[in-house]
């Protein structure tokens, strides 16, 4: 604590305000943010490489979103995700007649929390296309051009 900063105000001590530092918000954002984004790439570069089409390429894409999220969560998380993302701190996921002073049930504030380690997102789904198509046309597509064949 800073002994030269001026006290907390009301809004400080409100048990609705956030206890998340934001600078450390903006950290874990970005850092959460490149890790879908390259997990979503990598997958789909896989996809592309072992040929893998329809339902099978969203599987890969989805199980490794999972499986990173996991990883997130039992390395650098402490299997703690209300502490390290602010989307489990959302006032939207109070259970029905709770309130946002966390009489809720525990599970029920951090299904966004997971859900956000996921990744699964546009962004992260169209990187994945790109990838997936790109690689899988540059090893198993076929040109009709006459100098490639």
């Keep these: 604590m800073n002994p030269a900063a001026p006290p907390p105000s009301g809004a400080h001590l409100a048990p609705s305000a956030s206890p998340l530092h934001p600078p450390s918000v903006i950290h874990n954002t970005r850092v959460l943010s490149s890790l879908g984004t390259y997990s979503s790439c ?24 999972i499986f ?5 969560v039992t390395l650098k998380c402490n299997s703690n995700v209300q502490r390290y993302v602010p989307q489990s701190h959302s006032m939207l996921n109070t259970p029905e007649g709770g309130d946002a002073t966390g009489s809720g049930s525990r599970s029920s504030k951090n299904w966004k929390g997971y859900w956000a380690l996921t990744g699964i997102g546009q962004e992260n789904l169209l990187g994945f296309l790109l990838f997936w198509i790109g690689s899988f046309a540059l090893i198993h597509g076929k040109s009709s051009h006459p100098i490639f064949k």
Excluded: D, E, R
């Excluded at 099978?56 to 989805?62: A, S």
């Excluded at 990173?68 to 997130?72: A, D, G, R």
């Design 42 to 65: 990598f997958s789909g570069l896989i996809a592309g490489l072992l040929g893998l089409t329809n339902l099978n390429g969203f599987l890969l894409y989805f199980l490794t979103s």
């Design 68 to 72: 990173t999220s996991i990883v997130l």
